[in-house]
């Protein structure tokens, strides 16, 4: 045996032999550590892409073209019933006025077409909330059509033929006119935040959407986290292992892995045609969404729990607790952060599912901002994917919109998520 | 404390060891292949008795502790030593039927508590765990306030119901586990920011706290530093005039301080009880002098 520093063979002495490692040991550490630094870079460069073509796409859709116009409220036009009134003939009038020389029905036509047709909505508004202004001339910002929208804020190619446009050569003129006039203004796009859907980009808002998310988020939440915590604590505590509680645990294990499309089904099958509940409701949604998210909060949950040292068992049953004692005054405050985290992460999952939600009806073009759970309503990820599918340029800009929204609520979920933890984390 | 006999020359006795005879025949320890149990595994009026009892793990693939005899008497320290893996921890831990928690467990053979066999199928473990305390080898207070720790033992069992009560209790726990000069000024700060010997001290506290009538101890030291070390030995001390206590220890050292009687299980026998001094002075048999002098374990 050789004493220690000395020569051992070769004449080398062992510490020589781990110094002329070390070249080699440093190299493969430097190389480990740019696989990591490069993965990290690769994943926030594509994040980052995404935020920012998302951004740059949607951001516009914040804000609205706005066309001035002096709208007389005509006393002949506004007699007999108010809420049937002939607003749209109020605003041709003011346009008409505006543009004289325009004769001929074709061109008057599309002259009218610059308003939104959800102007007249607003007209209605203002008169029935104030009669007073029946036969006076007042100065009224109205929605622009989603074109001229578009054209004011450039998204609009000018330089292809006009058959092949959606605004004529006339049209373009005017609006050219009008912004010359300083009639036309971008505004903050309230309706976006107020309205529901719409087949008109410039009246549909995100709103029902947002309210159906909501909903359906509560029924999900109210049904997932107690079942999906009283199911992690009984086969976690009390439970007996034997060959059925394995089944249970292999079957939540596969229900995680599922699509959630089939969930859909399931909610078609039972909740729609066997119980007969309202179909497109947020109530239905809910449940499917519950079935999806059980084994995503009872896999985390159960992670939590076994994540408590036994020490505290012990010491909890040492002193004579009861098991449900234990588990409530002890091991579960311990357990609640890693719980709440899984419960809402399970939740975001929710909130961005669209598949099984497809199935029971939520993918319906509902305009009226649902007031209940029974109500039909459609959610933000099912909305993005009805805009999408629209045809209308200015549909682009507002599903990027609606993506920010949902993002929006993504984050704040999980800052939710990281304030929960911080405040019941406690070390042992 | 009282046995029977000073265990230098042992009497058969009627459940004990009947065939242990061959003892110091001419002089000579028992030979190392003789499992029996050589001493005086019982006392008169015991507070825990033991009756052949046999532990199986996995169950029943690992035979843990085999046909164990041994009783504790009242107001006595008994240690028990003996190499890892002995069983010594295991036998005390039937004593409060935490053993029940551990899966595949099988306990046979009969355990009494004052006559009151604790096995009985009527038996509530929690009641049962309140009379019979454990303190753990490794500190393991709740994480929670240093008054919590010690109330919460109290409040469960309805032997302290309002604030002024409960404040009571903590502070004579405390005392009497020699804490309270420590901790007096700030006990609502959390149990688990006290250094080792402390927490080990809160736990002593905690046990004493629900009023038991035994304290068992599982290597209650074996994480600390000599000075704990030492006051917690002397605690043991003090303690043992109002309880009866049962110590596993891996220190010979610690347990001819503290204790009246030891017992010395090798590989699941229990292989000699007698007196802490006889035991580790003239040994019966041949493991427990093979283990005293330092030849394994």
Same mark, same amino acid.
Do not use: W
């Given at each position: 045996m050789n004493k220690p520093g000395q020569a051992a063979n070769?004449?080398?002495?062992p510490i020589d032999i781990v110094k002329g490692g070390m070249v080699r040991r440093h190299r493969a550490e430097r190389r480990f550590k740019i696989y990591g630094l490069s993965a990290i870079v690769l994943s926030l460069a594509f994040l980052s892409f995404l935020l920012i073509s998302i951004v740059s796409q949607g951001y516009s859709a914040f804000q609205q073209t706005y066309i001035k116009l002096e709208i007389n409220f005509d006393q002949n036009v506004l007699s007999g019933n108010l809420a049937t009134a002939n607003y749209q003939a109020l605003v041709k009038k003011a346009l008409y006025k505006l543009f004289p020389d325009v004769k001929g029905r074709g061109d008057k036509r599309h002259l009218a077409?610059?308003?939104?047709?959800?102007a007249s909505f607003d007209l209605r508004k203002m008169v029935l909330a104030?009669?007073?202004?029946?036969?006076t001339t007042r100065e009224v910002w109205l929605p622009a059509n989603d074109d001229v929208d578009m054209a004011v804020k450039g998204?609009?190619?000018?330089?292809?033929a006009e058959s092949e446009r959606r605004l004529t050569d006339k049209q373009l003129a005017w609006i050219d006119v009008l912004e010359h006039r300083q009639r036309l203004e971008k505004r903050f796009n309230v309706t976006f935040f107020t309205a529901g859907d719409s087949r008109e980009p410039e009246q549909a808002g995100i709103l029902g959407a947002a309210m159906g998310s909501f909903y359906t988020l509560i029924v999900t939440l109210v049904l997932s986290f107690p079942i999906g915590v009283a199911a992690a604590i009984y086969l976690e505590e009390?439970?007996?292992?034997n060959k059925w509680t394995d089944l249970i645990e292999v079957n939540i294990n596969n229900l995680a892995a599922v699509p959630s499309i089939v969930f859909g089904l399931l909610g078609l099958a039972v909740?729609?045609?066997?119980?007969g509940l309202p179909r497109s409701a947020p109530l239905v949604g809910g449940l499917v969404l519950t079935l999806m998210t059980l084994p995503t909060i009872i896999i985390a949950s159960r992670a939590a729990l076994k994540s408590v040292p036994p020490s505290i068992r012990e010491a909890a049953l040492g002193i004579g607790s009861s098991k449900m004692q234990m588990v409530l005054n002890h091991v579960l405050p311990l357990a609640m952060p890693g719980m709440l985290t899984g419960t809402i992460i399970g939740m975001a999952q929710a909130l961005g599912e669209t598949a099984p939600l497809l199935m029971i009806g939520m993918v319906a073009f509902i305009v009226d901002i649902p007031a209940?759970?029974?109500?039909p309503a459609t959610v933000l990820p099912v909305q993005i994917y009805l805009w999408a599918d629209s045809?209308?340029?200015?549909f682009v800009e507002r599903t990027s919109a609606a993506i920010m929204v949902l993002l929006a609520f993504l984050i704040a979920m999980n800052l939710v998520a990281i304030l929960l933890r911080k405040r019941f984390e406690r070390r042992w | 404390m009282e046995t029977n006999n000073s265990g230098v020359e042992p009497e058969p006795t009627e459940d004990g060891?009947?065939?242990?005879?061959?003892?110091?025949?001419?002089?000579r320890l028992v030979s190392r292949e003789d499992r029996r149990t050589v001493g005086i595994p019982t006392v008169d009026n015991p507070r825990m008795r033991t009756e052949h009892v046999d532990v199986y793990y996995n169950y029943g693939e690992k035979?843990?502790?085999?046909d164990v005899t041994l009783d504790l008497a009242r107001n006595e320290v008994l240690a028990m030593i003996g190499?890892?893996?002995?069983?010594k921890s295991t036998y005390l831990r039937c004593l409060n039927r935490?053993? %029940?928690?551990? %899966?595949g467990c099988q306990v046979s053979g009969k355990i009494t508590l004052d006559g009151e066999d604790?096995?009985?199928?009527?038996?509530?473990v929690s009641p049962l765990r309140a009379q019979i305390g454990m303190v753990f080898q490794k500190p393991n207070?709740?994480?929670?306030?240093i008054w919590e720790n010690v109330a919460y033992g109290p409040r469960i069992h309805g032997l302290a119901t309002n604030r002024s009560e409960q404040d009571e209790v903590v502070e004579t726990s405390l005392k009497r586990a020699g804490l309270w000069e420590e901790v007096k000024d700030h006990l609502? %700060?959390?149990?688990?920011?006290?250094?080792g010997g402390q927490q080990q001290r809160l736990c002593i506290a905690r046990t004493i706290a629900v009023s038991p009538e035994v304290i068992l101890m599982d290597?209650?030291?074996?994480?600390?530093d000599p000075i704990s070390t030492a006051v917690i030995e002397d605690l043991i001390n003090e303690l043992k005039e109002h309880y009866s206590i049962a110590i596993v220890t891996h220190s010979m050292q610690q347990a001819s301080r503290v204790s009246q009687r030891t017992a010395y299980f090798h590989l699941g026998d229990l292989i000699e009880v007698g007196p802490t001094e006889q035991v580790f002075t003239?040994?019966?048999?041949q493991l427990t002098e093979d283990y005293i002098t330092g030849r394994f374990g």
């Open positions: 070769g004449g080398q002495r077409k610059l308003v939104s047709p959800g104030d009669r007073h202004i029946i036969g998204h609009y190619r000018r330089d292809v009390f439970a007996p292992t909740f729609l045609n066997f119980f209940g759970f029974t109500d045809p209308e340029r200015a | 060891a009947p065939e242990a005879a061959p003892a110091l025949k001419n002089g035979h843990a502790i085999k190499p890892s893996g002995c069983g935490m053993n %029940d928690t551990i %899966d604790i096995y009985a199928p009527r038996v509530d207070p709740f994480p929670k306030s609502q %700060d959390p149990g688990t920011g006290l250094s290597e209650p030291c074996s994480a600390l003239t040994p019966l048999h």
